[in-house]
């Protein structure tokens, strides 16, 4: 009798449990309690989280998930870490979308966001959404092409110093740059240029700084680093129906350059999709164009491109902003999915 009292007892709190679980990932407010004593494999506790321990998580997603996700090397920074690549979904799909973080170092808890988000949509594969289809047959159709950490030296320096690049020269070199003494800041790459001046499109048009440093150096001509010619090489691989490039921090959307026609359409449908997800303001964004790499999306590409700015304090967010932001931004790319 006690024993089926107690086995009773443990189904109810596993039906709970999983109401519970699919209440909260169709909210998308906290990350899944593990009922079904999966591992969960980001760690979403309060610690830096490294682009080591990234490349470690690529690897055990890559092997629990392996006919889900195709991992790829789009480039090599200049201490030499790989920039990452992870196609979600069904990589021949009639529709992509083009997802990443971290341009800027310091803006790294983004790429923990994007990490944790790409997890959870694996995790939730045959999961129904509230439109009728599974997380899977969504990205079946439409496929994500995620770059979760563009700028690695950058992060590195920002979480762990000077000390954290290998090469000795460009270690050297980078101390020795304007706003090496606070590296938690640094938003640039290993030898002081802002990757998100680097493109094409309105470069040279609004100097702020002359020579390279933490931050706003645009480099001595478009193109000239290794991880923003990844990012052009990435975009270069196919069609994409959407992109997003997330930043922090302002809790805003900025979509709209003064693109018209078509264009100017599915830009506004985009941005309005992303702020009912996310809940941020909808921000024309600064007009003038400075080599950004949303000023290239839009107007050299013609890829409809939201500018995601998450948080609401000073970069490196501090954690106590992690569940807003993973709130804020969960499902984005299996929502931004489902429109197309
Ligand atoms: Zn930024």
Redesign the pocket.
């Known amino acids: 009798m006690l024993h089926v009292e107690k086995m009773r007892k443990n189904k109810w709190i596993r039906t709970v449990g999983l109401i519970l679980l699919l209440t909260l990932i169709c909210s998308g407010s906290v990350m899944a309690a593990d009922v079904n004593g999966q591992e969960e494999i980001v760690d979403t506790s309060d610690h830096i989280y490294s682009y080591a321990e990234m490349m470690e998580d690529i690897q055990q997603l890559g092997n629990k998930y392996p006919d889900l996700i195709q991992v790829s090397s789009v480039g090599t920074s200049l201490d030499n870490r790989i920039i990452f690549q992870i196609v979600l979904g069904n990589p021949n799909a009639p529709k992509a979308i083009y997802v990443q973080s971290s341009?800027?170092a310091r803006?790294w808890m983004n790429t923990w966001i994007m990490m944790k988000s790409l997890e959870m949509n694996l995790k939730n594969w045959n999961e129904m959404l509230p439109n009728g289809e599974t997380y899977g047959q969504i990205f079946e159709d439409c496929c994500i092409y995620l770059l979760p950490m563009v700028n690695p030296d950058g992060v590195t320096i920002s979480q762990y110093g000077f000390e954290g690049i290998q090469n000795e020269a460009l270690r050297n070199y980078g101390l020795s740059l304007k706003g090496a003494s606070n590296p938690k800041r640094w938003?640039a790459n290993a030898r002081g240029v802002d990757l998100?001046r680097q493109f094409s499109v309105g470069w040279n048009s609004n100097i702020t700084e002359l020579m390279p440093c933490s931050d706003t150096y645009n480099g001595e001509a478009p193109f000239t680093e290794p991880e923003a010619i990844a990012v052009k090489n990435a975009l270069e691989q196919r069609e994409f129906v959407a992109a997003i490039t997330y930043?922090?921090m302002e809790g805003a959307i900025y979509w709209n350059l003064g693109q018209q026609g078509d264009l100017l359409v599915r830009s506004q449908i985009l941005a309005n999709h992303c702020q009912t997800i996310s809940g941020y303001r909808l921000d024309p964004g600064p007009s003038d164009l400075k080599g950004l790499e949303y000023n290239y999306m839009i107007w050299e590409k013609g890829i409809p491109t939201v500018c995601i700015e998450t948080g609401r304090k000073f970069s490196p967010l501090p954690y106590s902003e992690w569940a807003d932001v993973w709130q804020e931004n969960s499902m984005m790319m299996v929502a931004v999915a489902a429109l197309y």
């Open positions: 341009i800027h803006e938003k998100n930043h922090t």
